[in-house]
């Protein structure tokens, strides 16, 4: 989901639709039922923005063709309580509604919410390893330490290496 229009930066070939009005919890939803209307019968997995140090080594086997079979959804912790991936094995609206509607986002308990759901629906729910997202200065110093040879880390140095020192 992209909150404004799409820069250079977007490869040939790749799709942004516009979020939908919400807050979080049915922005995702929306993302999903997305998904579904595109490819009915595919698995869809929504990635937060804010883990740029995942490396796409973390989601080759668990997503792989091999593993697939057996799976519902599939759910990536984050540190601080929430979730950095969710995936669905068969998308639908009114799964991503029963899934996502109500839960508070952005608190120490979305992802538990997310998993009780998940768990109240009756999904078999494979787990990604959790990571550390970006929420604010801390974690982006952190993360930059976790992936020292990313974009993000290079561009997190300069804008320390920009700051005035502290006194």
Do not use: K, N, Y
Not at 8 to 19: F, H, S, T
Not at 64 to 92: I, M
Not at 116 to 121: H, I, K, M, S
Request: aromatic residues 4%; contains cysteine; proline residues 10%.
């Amino acid at each position: 989901m992209l909150d404004g229009a799409p820069g250079r930066w977007l490869p040939p070939g790749w799709e942004v639709v516009p979020q939908c009005g919400g807050g979080l919890d049915r922005r995702i939803a929306a993302a999903f039922a997305h998904a579904a209307r595109l490819a009915p019968h595919a698995p869809a997995l929504l990635v937060g923005s804010d883990t740029p140090q995942l490396d796409p080594a973390v989601l080759a086997a668990p997503l792989s063709a091999a593993e697939r079979p057996g799976a519902d959804a599939w759910f990536g912790p984050a540190e601080d309580g929430g979730f950095w991936a969710l995936g669905l094995a068969r998308p639908d609206a009114r799964l991503a509604e029963r899934l996502l509607h109500g839960v508070p986002m952005s608190t120490a308990d979305t992802g538990r919410h997310v998993r009780d759901r998940l768990a109240t629906g009756g999904l078999a729910v494979r787990e990604l390893p959790t990571l550390l997202d970006v929420d604010g200065p801390d974690d982006a110093a952190r993360v930059a330490a976790l992936a020292p040879g990313t974009l993000f880390a290079a561009r997190h140095g300069r804008l320390r290496a920009a700051q005035p020192a502290a006194e």
